[in-house]
C-alpha cells in the first residue's frame, strides 16, 4: 500500500522558532510537494521538487525554504515562524511515468499553530 | 495562469439524495482534470480523474466528465451516503508527468444527514 507520512499531525510553536516538517514517501516517486491548506483558500503551492537537491517555488514560497537530501524525504522548514503561518501543511509525492503518472499522493496533513 | 472555480458550500443533503457539486476552470494548456475528497482528520485522497476531453472518471459511484468545450468538470452521484460527507476538491494539471504542483479549488464541504 502507498503511503506518505508526515513527521507530526499536530504541532504547537512559538513566534520566531525555527519549524521543520518532515515528509517520507515509500513509492520512489521523482516529484514531491508542499501545500498549505486554510478554509476559504483551498490549497495553495509552497514548494515542489522534482529530483534530489532540486526544489522550485510554488505560489507562496514566502517564509519558507526546503530541502531534499534524499529522493524519499522532502523537509519544509520555516526559518522564523509567525502567526500567519498557523495553518495545514500538506505533503504529497507523484511519479514522472506509468500509468499513474499525474495523480499525487497526500499525507495525512500537520496542523500547526504558531503562538 | 491555472484557475479552478467550485461551489463552496456547505451543501447539506439527505441521505439518498441527487449530488452535484460543479467545477470549472481555465488552463493555459491541455490539463488533466481531478477530484479529491477529504475525510474529516484525514488527507486528500483520488477520488477520480480524466486525463482528456470527454473522458469519464468513476469511482465509489461518482462520475465526472471532462468537457473541454465548457472547461468543466462536474461531479455528481445518484444517491449520497451518510458516509460521503466530506470536502470535496476539484483540481488541474498542465504539466505532463505532474512535475508541477496541482491547481485546486478551494473545496466543497459536502454534508449528508440521514
Known amino acids: 500500500d502507498v503511503k506518505v507520512t508526515q513527521s507530526s499531525r499536530y504541532l504547537v510553536k512559538r513566534t520566531g522558532e525555527k519549524v521543520f516538517l518532515e515528509c517520507v514517501q515509500d513509492?520512489?516517486?521523482?516529484?514531491m510537494f508542499w501545500y498549505r491548506q486554510d478554509p476559504g483558500l483551498g490549497l495553495r503551492l509552497i514548494y515542489f521538487?522534482?529530483?534530489?537537491?532540486?526544489?522550485e517555488k510554488g505560489d507562496i514560497p514566502e517564509g519558507y525554504s526546503v530541502s531534499r537530501e534524499k529522493k524519499e524525504r522532502f523537509s519544509l522548514i520555516l526559518e522564523s515562524a509567525s502567526t500567519n503561518q498557523t495553518s495545514m501543511y500538506l505533503c504529497?509525492?507523484?511519479?514522472?511515468?506509468?500509468?499513474?503518472?499525474?495523480?499525487?499522493?497526500f499525507g495525512p496533513g500537520t496542523r500547526l499553530t504558531v503562538l | 495562469g491555472n484557475s479552478v472555480t467550485q461551489m463552496e458550500g456547505p451543501v447539506t443533503l439527505s441521505e439518498e439524495a441527487f449530488l452535484t457539486i460543479n467545477c470549472t476552470y481555465t488552463?493555459?494548456?491541455?490539463?488533466?482534470l481531478f477530484w479529491y475528497v477529504q475525510y474529516p482528520g484525514e488527507g486528500l485522497q483520488l477520488l477520480l480523474k480524466?486525463?482528456?476531453?470527454?473522458d469519464k472518471g468513476s469511482n465509489k459511484g461518482f462520475e465526472a466528465t471532462y468537457r473541454k468545450e465548457t472547461t468543466s468538470f462536474h461531479l455528481e452521484k445518484g444517491s449520497v451516503q451518510v458516509s460521503d460527507s466530506a470536502v470535496y476538491f476539484c483540481?488541474?494539471?498542465?504539466?505532463?508527468?505532474?512535475?508541477?504542483?496541482?491547481?485546486f479549488g478551494k473545496g466543497t464541504h459536502l454534508i449528508i444527514q440521514p
Open positions: 488552463a493555459t494548456g491541455y490539463p488533466s
Open positions: 521538487s522534482y529530483d534530489v537537491k532540486m526544489k
Open positions: 504529497a509525492s507523484s511519479s514522472q511515468s506509468g500509468r499513474n503518472y499525474n495523480e499525487q499522493f
Open positions: 480524466a486525463t482528456k476531453a470527454d
Open positions: 483540481a488541474l494539471s498542465d504539466s505532463g508527468g505532474g512535475a508541477d504542483g496541482l491547481t
Open positions: 513509492m520512489d516517486h521523482e516529484n
